[in-house]
C-alpha cells in the first residue's frame, strides 16, 4: 500500500507541475522527504495526505487508488500550477477544502 500512496503522490504532485521543492515548502517540510515519499522509502502521515489532498483536490481515498488509470482519470483541476507561492498554494487549499466539505454536506443532505 505504501509503494500506491507513494506513487499517487508524486503523479498528483507532477499533473500539476508543482516542483518538488514548492511542495515541500507549501508542507513546511524539507525537499529530501518529499523524494522519500515519493519513492516508498517513509510512509506519508495522515497529516501531509490531508493537506495535500486540499491542494490536489481530491479525497483522501483517492491516494489508495491501486488503479493507476482510474486514479489518473480522478486527478484533475482546472490549472496547472507554475509560479505560485506558499500563499498561493494556501489559498487554493483552503478554497478546496471548502468544497470538498460542501460536496460531502450535499451528499449527506441528499441521503436524507
Known amino acids: 500500500m505504501k509503494k500506491t500512496i507513494a506513487m499517487n503522490f508524486q503523479t498528483l504532485r507532477e499533473r500539476l507541475g508543482i516542483t518538488q521543492d514548492q511542495m515541500a515548502e507549501y508542507l513546511e517540510i524539507s525537499r529530501p522527504l518529499i523524494s522519500y515519499y515519493e519513492n516508498g522509502e517513509r510512509d506519508i502521515p495522515l497529516i501531509i495526505l490531508e493537506k495535500a489532498s486540499n491542494l490536489f483536490g481530491v479525497e483522501l481515498t483517492e491516494f ?35 468544497v470538498k466539505n460542501y460536496k460531502r454536506l450535499k451528499r449527506i443532505s441528499d441521503n436524507d
Open 64 to 98: 489508495y487508488e491501486e488503479d493507476i488509470e482510474k486514479a489518473k482519470q480522478n486527478f484533475s483541476l482546472a490549472f496547472r500550477i507554475d509560479e505560485f507561492d506558499r500563499n498561493d498554494f494556501n489559498s487554493i487549499s483552503e478554497f478546496v477544502k471548502m
